[in-house]
């Protein structure tokens, strides 16, 4: 019996979940964008609360969490519900509790492997959602972790978009957590068409069977390739089709409200202004919007003074990570009232923010990556085209691939078609895990530890040719080892090796006669020893001393390679705790470790920093010019190491004043070394020095004046409020650091009373 009231019938692949569930398995729950996972985590919840249990629902994003927190307050009440992230704590004993997946695994670094601390003993179920970060570069460790790390007593539900390997993921958690149930499904309650944009028609870009609309084959398709491939010329997108003509045949077809993806913040805002003349409310609509508007207002001068805000008036948005908080929350729930009928967007609403849409429409099928511009994924195609389709709303969602130069229908169709890539594990060993680890286990612990990752268990699947290959070189070495000898079984090696004996004696005998040496004859008597050896042993005269040659070469042959694999496999095998094993022996040589691999002091302030490069930050804090400098220097010191530095085109545009200048030769000193001593032990972590922000700090501190702030830099509000945001959470972790000099703990307090202020001050949740 379903706990739980749900809107709609449950669906079978969310019966079977719940099955599970109430079955007292792990789960992994592997459905498309909007296929209805929430209900099977709604479920859980609604069991933990009814047996007086708690619940841990996780996610990796903070838009994400917040938007759980408040939907589940009104669902389950208010006293019912908490949150913990880095700069918010409100109601932590509550039986709800929201976190991220970052505090969930800082709460397990203190306790033995299986057991509960305190606070977790009541813990029935966590909910990991977007599990499919797994994966993810920079943070899918700490998903490795949590897993590895749960008590057995604690139920795991995996609740990720659709991926291609999930029996991977499922057979590692069954390994080292208990036995993990999965439940993988293609279905979706509401389907999708998928349409192409082309000469300023709208046309089926797929037919029934799943190929290519033959009315948009163009002469360079090739539908036989496996990968839709295109021609950088330039480098660019290629000239786009005008917006303003997609939604506008849109809202002739009854097909908005649409997000609209476009891969850069500069172009969701220009795509915006072109459809600044449609007119896509009506008249009621119009006063809906403009009222609430108004009323948020009231509220936030920062709504008032939004450039584009006469575009939101008209039912057109531009939503990414450049606009202030307020501002994004205002759009999204405008948009979710069907009062903004169309979001330019970058990916920020694929990633798990509850804005379904009718219609979502792909701009391009290329983005900028790391290393230039790259084709989008499948994976990132079916989490912008999942977006489609409003269950209880929609009979259909609709995607349209808009055409561009640098692509054809056939590249949009392939993409279409596809699956999503597998999940594949970035298990990396920071500092501070190592550190956090060692506080309470041994080695040997660790590395039973590290083995248990979803990396190692990948490598194992990888090296199962190289152990095929392995095992039949064994089996025919073994095949090999009888000897061919008809009778007396020699050694065919060691008469070679006779015989070149008695050809060295000859040639040493035919010397000493040509210098008439008297040694002459005892090299004789020698060589009429080695000579009847040689004659009495097996091998001489035998008839099988040439296959026997062969099978001796074959075998060595086959011992080298076995050697080889051996080595191969060895190192394969110890790649991640060989990765741990640098970064051990780096903060032993740094003395962050003792002799005993416990932390030092100096090891402790690190194991408690939250950062790509902590030994970096600890290195900064650690040095006695730190407790020198006034609160803006300290400010602007914090800042330089804990915000990325962006390339010159999205930089601050301010310049760092003077009186910094002699902090940031210092913090270079210390980069340099802190390189130095990674390179020697080859362990690869980001060292970065960001200048350009610290004018930003300093003009926020001093003014406090969002405005002025924002009219003398270049940057988007959205990129000024992280650097402030990230500096904040840094001065609050450096404040709770007892080990460091009380100086620099009191600069941290002073720092963020001075920087958290509105908009920078996080949201008080209600």
């Not at 210098?515 to 042993?537: F, G, H, K, R, W």
């Amino acid at each position: 019996m379903v706990i739980t009231k749900t809107k709609f019938k449950l669906d079978a692949f969310q019966e079977e979940s719940i099955a599970f569930i109430k079955d007292s398995k792990n789960l992994i729950v592997s459905a498309p964008t909007g296929a209805g996972k929430t209900a099977i985590a709604s479920e859980a919840i609604a069991m933990a609360i009814a047996e007086g249990k708690k619940v841990f629902y996780t996610a990796p994003l903070k838009a994400l969490i917040n938007q759980k927190f408040l939907e589940f307050q009104r669902d389950y009440g208010i006293e019912k519900v908490g949150i913990l992230t880095g700069d918010t704590s409100k109601n932590r004993d509550a039986q709800i509790m929201v976190l991220t997946n970052e505090i969930y695994r800082n709460m397990l670094y203190g306790t033995t492997f299986g057991s509960l601390d305190p606070y977790l003993e009541d813990l029935k179920f966590v909910i990991f959602d977007e599990f499919h970060y797994i994966g993810d570069e920079s943070r899918g460790t700490v998903w490795e972790e949590s897993v590895i790390y749960s008590p057995k007593s604690v139920k795991l539900i995996a609740l990720s978009a659709t991926i291609n390997n999930p029996e991977e993921l499922r057979d590692w958690i069954s390994n080292v957590h208990g036995e993990c149930a999965l439940v993988k499904t293609d279905f979706r309650p509401v389907p999708l068409h998928h349409f192409y944009f082309k000469d300023e028609q709208l046309l089926p870009l797929i037919t029934p069977n799943g190929k290519l609309n033959p009315k948009l084959k163009e002469r360079n398709d090739n539908r036989s390739g496996s990968k839709h491939k295109f021609s950088h010329r330039g480098g660019g997108f290629g000239k786009p089709v005008s917006p303003d003509l997609v939604v506008e045949e849109l809202a002739k077809k009854s097909m908005l409200p649409a997000i609209y993806f476009v891969f850069s913040r500069k172009g969701c805002d220009n795509y915006a202004k072109q459809c600044e003349e449609l007119k896509l409310l009506t008249e009621k609509e119009s006063s809906e919007l403009n009222k609430i508007i108004d009323e948020q207002i009231k509220s936030s001068s920062f709504i008032a003074n939004y450039p584009h805000l006469n575009l939101i008036r008209k039912g057109v948005a531009s939503h990414h990570s450049g606009l202030l908080p307020a501002l994004k929350v205002l759009i999204e729930d405008l948009f979710t009232k069907g009062l903004i009928k169309i979001v330019f967007s970058t990916e920020t609403l694929a990633a798990g923010i509850n804005m379904p849409a009718r219609t979502t429409i792909i701009s391009s099928l290329e983005k900028m990556g790391d290393h230039g511009f790259r084709s989008l994924k499948a994976s990132e195609f079916l989490q912008m085209s999942g977006r489609a389709g409003r269950r209880g709303m929609d009979d259909v969602g609709y995607v349209i691939t808009v055409k561009n130069s640098n692509q054809t229908a056939g590249d949009a169709a392939s993409l279409a078609v596809s699956k999503a890539e597998d999940i594949e594990s970035n298990f990396r060993p920071s500092y501070e895990m190592v550190l956090n680890l060692l506080t309470n286990h041994s080695l040997d612990e660790v590395k039973a530890l590290i083995f248990k990752s979803f990396g190692h268990s990948l490598i194992l699947r990888d090296i199962k040719p190289i152990l095929a290959e392995k095992s039949l070189l064994e089996n025919k070495q073994f095949d090999l080892q009888t000897p061919l000898c008809p009778g007396e079984i020699g050694d065919l090696q060691h008469y070679r090796s006779m015989q070149d004996k008695l050809d060295e004696t000859r040639k040493s005998k035919k010397k000493l006669e040509e210098e008439m040496s008297p040694d002459v004859t005892a090299m004789e008597e020698l060589l009429e020893i080695l000579t009847l050896e040689a004659q009495n042993y097996p091998c001489n005269g035998c008839p099988k001393q040439k296959p026997c040659s062969k099978q001796f070469s074959t075998l060595r042959r086959y011992r080298k390679k076995i050697r080889e694999l051996n080595q191969i496999l060895k190192a394969k095998e110890e790649t991640y705790w060989q990765n741990f094993q640098d970064v051990t022996e780096l903060l032993k040589e740094k003395a962050y470790l003792d002799s005993n691999y416990k932390p030092t002091e100096l090891g402790k302030i690190c194991a408690a920093i939250r950062s790509e490069n902590s030994l970096y930050i600890t290195e900064v804090l650690t040095k006695d010019f730190v407790k020198n400098l006034d609160v803006t220097q300290f400010a602007c010191l914090l800042s330089a190491v804990v915000v990325e530095s962006r390339s010159s085109r999205d930089s601050f545009g301010l310049k760092a004043q003077a009186d910094n200048y002699e902090v940031f030769e210092n913090l270079k000193n210390i980069a340099r070394s802190v390189v130095k001593v990674q390179r020697d032990f080859r362990v690869m972590k980001p060292v970065d020095i960001n200048m350009d922000v610290s004018a930003v700090i300093t003009k926020w501190m001093e003014s406090q004046n969002w405005e002025e702030l924002m009219s003398s830099n270049r940057a988007d509000d959205g990129d000024a409020l992280k650097a402030l945001r990230r500096t904040v959470d840094m001065c609050k972790q450096v404040s709770k650091l007892s080990s460091l000099d009380r100086k620099i703990t009191e600069l941290a307090v002073q720092a963020v009373q001075l920087i958290e202020q509105e908009p920078v001050l996080e949201p008080t949740f209600v």
